[in-house]
């Protein structure tokens, strides 16, 4: 396999929240033999507060990391596991096509872009595109047996179909095919993309308990053992707030809520502690001695 | 039930300035219902975003940019997604919270403080501090105990840092945001 490399946005929540997504990613990417170059200094995306003020801010605070990408020799893409930094980069590099919002955004920043931009793509779409099911598949040391697991996207991994670019925008399939390709049981789930309250956790909880409930009922109802993400703040609603979720729904849950790369490296052989699994609040501990057992 | 004059009360201002923000065209727009049918925070609207989508058809300034359904859009995309007609509805409603800011409405206090935070942390450190942001956020709104409960987990699991990573050139990031405030804020 030829060298894969990339520049790499870790994301602000890579440095607190989801620690162990972005340590995991990492890992996982290393070993499927991708080389990832971090953004030189990179800085905040904005994520969704920023776009809820102005775009050309929000087109800024993302185009900076597009233009310190472009230092890097050798690669042709920036990747990122965050589905919500992917959105921003995404939809500013977009809309810097347009020369009337490039022209904005530059007279905002110390270095304005300049020609071509770098596609940016997800971690989760590269893994599927460029190392691919079938290597995957090769690599996988202990399988994920006997473990039931709903594939949960969020809502904006795949939307707008016409900014990501990847996948269905109603049916996505990448996290159901490595589940798979893991030896994992895919639990049927037919919400993988409805919205588990995004940020609303903070000033409006109510919808977060509402909304991430839902997701949890169903995983649930379907016989799931334990969900899989690929985002922080799909990731934080279902797991650091299932307590709140649970108290204010009269339900039990105890669903530990994976990163879908701590699930690729568990089946490619990194111990529990190199996945950061002990950082997830609701343990999956006893699910995972059951697998195993 | 409440009524109101078309005739008297539409502002073709409004209209053109949701426009040219937005990059939409309004009159695409049918009625069919898709976008409210599909956004999932509908619960807790005011007005539904279809009607929304109507409002601003019909100029109706006041009543669009003084609703709370603005501030509690999550920005899922199911709307723009599933619009027959390509609208890009959810880009919309972010140009009309832009316009509810920046003429002074914030029927949403908290998601409002929240939003300000955010950004009061990313123009000092160059990346979002989330310890700092939440202590901003409680000194805005007077809510001491958000959260508390999930402090000890994440500060036992190392997630929750006391410090913040910030970018070393953090000038870049503030003048952004002063360039900003000088090139475009009202």
């Known amino acids: 396999?030829?060298?894969?490399?990339?520049?790499?946005?870790?994301?602000?929540?890579?440095?607190?929240?989801?620690?162990e997504y972005d340590m995991s990613t990492r890992a996982v990417c290393e070993a499927l033999g991708m080389e990832l170059i971090d953004i030189p200094d990179w800085n905040c995306c904005g994520s969704s507060p920023a776009h809820t003020v102005d775009d050309r801010l929000a087109g800024a605070l993302s185009a900076r990391n597009l233009v310190q990408a472009g230092d890097i020799e050798g690669v042709d893409a920036i990747?990122?596991?965050?589905?919500?930094?992917?959105?921003?980069?995404?939809t500013s590099r977009h809309r810097l096509q347009k020369p009337e919002f490039r022209a904005e955004v530059n007279k905002l920043l110390e270095r304005p872009v300049h020609g071509d931009i770098l596609p940016v793509k997800s971690v989760?779409?590269?893994?599927?595109?460029?190392?691919?099911?079938?290597?995957?598949?090769?690599?996988?040391?202990?399988?994920?047996?006997?473990?039931?697991?709903?594939?949960?996207?969020?809502?904006?991994?795949?939307?707008?179909?016409?900014?990501?670019e990847f996948d269905s925008q109603e049916n996505p399939m990448a996290l159901d095919n490595i589940l798979e390709a893991l030896g994992a049981t895919v639990a049927p789930f037919n919400l993988k993309v409805e919205c588990c309250g995004a940020s609303f956790g903070v000033a409006r909880r109510d919808i977060v308990e509402r909304l991430s409930g839902k997701l949890l009922n169903l995983a649930a109802e379907n016989k799931a053992q334990a969900m899989?993400?690929?985002?922080?703040?799909?990731?934080?609603?279902?797991?650091?707030?299932?307590?709140?979720?649970?108290?204010?729904?009269?339900?039990?849950?105890?669903?530990?809520?994976?990163?879908?790369?701590?699930?690729?490296?568990?089946?490619?052989?990194?111990?529990?502690?190199?996945?950061?699994?002990?950082?997830?609040?609701v343990s999956p501990r006893e699910l995972l001695a059951g697998a195993a057992g | 039930m409440h009524v109101i004059n078309l005739s008297k009360t539409r502002d073709q201002d409004f209209i053109n300035r949701v426009e040219r923000e937005s990059g939409q065209n309004l009159s695409l727009c049918y009625q069919c219902g898709n976008c409210t049918a599909g956004c999932p925070v509908t619960f807790v609207y005011d007005i539904p975003v279809h009607q929304i989508m109507r409002l601003c058809q019909a100029g109706q300034k006041e009543a669009v940019l003084g609703c709370h359904s603005l501030w509690l859009c999550a920005s899922c995309q199911s709307c723009t997604t599933r619009c027959p007609n390509s609208i890009d509805v959810a880009h919309i409603m972010d140009t009309l919270r832009h316009m509810a800011?920046?003429?002074?409405?914030?029927?949403?206090?908290?998601?409002?403080?929240?939003?300000d935070s955010f950004l009061e942390s990313v123009e000092r450190h160059g990346r979002a501090f989330e310890l700092g942001l939440m202590m901003l956020y409680t000194m805005k709104t007077g809510k001491f105990w958000t959260d508390v409960d999930l402090a000890p987990a994440m500060l036992t699991k190392g997630k929750l840092g006391f410090k913040p990573h910030p970018v070393q050139n953090k000038e870049a990031i503030s003048k952004i945001f002063k360039r900003f405030r000088e090139e475009f804020a009202q």
């Open chain 1, 1 to 19: 396999m030829t060298t894969l490399r990339y520049a790499y946005y870790p994301g602000c929540s890579g440095l607190g929240t989801s620690k």
């Open chain 1, 79 to 90: 990747i990122t596991p965050c589905p919500s930094c992917l959105a921003n980069l995404k």
């Open chain 1, 124 to 164: 989760l779409q590269v893994i599927v595109e460029d190392v691919g099911m079938e290597e995957l598949r090769y690599r996988v040391r202990n399988p994920l047996k006997d473990m039931s697991i709903a594939p949960y996207y969020g809502c904006i991994m795949n939307r707008p179909p016409k900014i990501m």
């Open chain 1, 228 to 281: 899989v993400t690929a985002c922080p703040l799909c990731q934080m609603n279902l797991d650091a707030r299932q307590n709140q979720i649970n108290v204010a729904n009269s339900t039990n849950h105890v669903m530990p809520i994976f990163y879908f790369t701590q699930l690729i490296g568990l089946a490619l052989g990194f111990s529990q502690s190199q996945m950061g699994l002990e950082k997830l609040v």
């Open chain 2, 101 to 115: 800011r920046r003429d002074g409405y914030a029927t949403e206090y908290g998601v409002k403080s929240f939003t």
